[in-house]
C-alpha cells in the first residue's frame, strides 16, 4: 500500500515539475501577418498638403526653400515635426487591402477627409467596428489604417504652426532695447563683436560669458506656448524692440502684452507668440552689468 502512495507522488512530482518547465519555457509568437504599406513614397518627396474636411475651407501647407508654410487660410511658418507626423500616413500599415471598384462599401462615396498630396488624392472613409481602423481609399486600392492620422489632420491650424519667434536661416548678431521702457534712458543696444557681445552703454561691465549663457539658454531655445495671427489695436503704440541679424536685417518686435503672459508679435509675419510672464524679465533684460 505504501509502495502505491510512493508512485502516485512521484507522478505528481513528475507532473508538476512538467507544467512548471512548461511555463517557464520560453513562448513561441505567433508570426504575425505581413503588414501592407499604403504607398512606397517617400514623405520628403511630398511639396504641397491640402486638407480637405466637408463644409470647410481647405488647408493648405506648401514646401518653400526646404520649410514647410502655411499658405491657406493665411501665411505662416509651418511646424516642419506636425506636418511630418501628416505625412506618416504614406508609410502606413494597412491590415488589409481591398478593390477600390465599390467605394460606398468603404463610405468613401462621401469622404470624411480628402487629403491631397501634390497631385495624388487620399480618401478616408468610416471606421471598421470590429477592429477601430479606418478605411482609406489611396491608387484605386482601400486599405484600413490607425485612425491617428485622421486625428492629426483635424489638428487646429494653430497647433501646427512654427512656435519659434526666430526663423530657421535668421542669424542673430544683435539686439536694439532702446525702445523698451527700462532702456529708454541708456538706449541700450548689444551687438556680437566676433566671439563678444559689445554694448553701447559706456558704464556697462558684462561678465565673460554672462551674455553668451542669457542668449544660448533663452533667445536661442525660444520656443512659445502658443502662436496666432497678430492683430494689433491701431489705436495703441506698443513698446517694441529690434533684433539685428547677420545680413543687416531688423526684426521689428512689438511687446503687445507683459501679463499675465507674454506676448511677443512679429508685424512682418503678422504673428503672435505667447510666454510664460516670468519669461519677459530674462529676455529683455540682458546681464550688461550697468550700475545700479
Known amino acids: 500500500m505504501k509502495s502505491r502512495w510512493f508512485v502516485n507522488l512521484a507522478l505528481l512530482a513528475v507532473i508538476a515539475g512538467l507544467g512548471i518547465f512548461l511555463w517557464l519555457a520560453p513562448k513561441k509568437e505567433e508570426a504575425a501577418p505581413d503588414a501592407i504599406k499604403v504607398s512606397s513614397i517617400a514623405p520628403s518627396a511630398v511639396n504641397k498638403i491640402e486638407i480637405g474636411f466637408p463644409a470647410k475651407n481647405p488647408v493648405v501647407f506648401e514646401k518653400q526653400d526646404g520649410h514647410w ?24 500599415d494597412s491590415v488589409d487591402k481591398f478593390d477600390a471598384a465599390d467605394p460606398a462599401r468603404y463610405g468613401l462615396d462621401q469622404p470624411a477627409l480628402r487629403l491631397k498630396l501634390d497631385d495624388r488624392e487620399m480618401l478616408f472613409g468610416t471606421t471598421n467596428p470590429v ?19 485622421y486625428d492629426v489632420a483635424g489638428t487646429q491650424v494653430v497647433e ?8 530657421p536661416g535668421e542669424e542673430v548678431v544683435g539686439f536694439d532695447f532702446s525702445h523698451l521702457e527700462q532702456w529708454e534712458e541708456t538706449g541700450l543696444v548689444i551687438e556680437r563683436d566676433g566671439a563678444n557681445w559689445k554694448v553701447s552703454i559706456p558704464t556697462a561691465k558684462p561678465t565673460p560669458g554672462e551674455l553668451d549663457g542669457w542668449f544660448g539658454d533663452g533667445w536661442k531655445t525660444l520656443r512659445a506656448n502658443a502662436v496666432e495671427p497678430y492683430k494689433p489695436d491701431p489705436r495703441q503704440s506698443y513698446p517694441y524692440f529690434e533684433i539685428i541679424l547677420k545680413d543687416g536685417k531688423r ?12 506676448v511677443l508679435a512679429r508685424p512682418d509675419e503678422g504673428m503672435a507668440y505667447h510666454y510664460a510672464a516670468d519669461l519677459g524679465f530674462t529676455l529683455l533684460n540682458p546681464p550688461v552689468g550697468v550700475p545700479k
Do not use: C, W
Open 131 to 149: 477592429n477601430g481602423r479606418q478605411y482609406i481609399a489611396f491608387e484605386n486600392a482601400v486599405y484600413l489604417v490607425a485612425t491617428r492620422f
Open 69 to 92: 508654410r502655411l499658405v491657406q487660410p493665411y501665411s505662416a511658418r509651418a511646424d516642419g515635426e506636425s506636418v511630418g507626423k501628416l505625412l506618416d500616413v504614406l508609410n502606413a
Open 251 to 262: 526684426i521689428h518686435v512689438d511687446k503687445q502684452l507683459e501679463s499675465p503672459e507674454l
Open 160 to 167: 501646427m504652426l512654427d512656435k519659434h519667434l526666430i526663423a
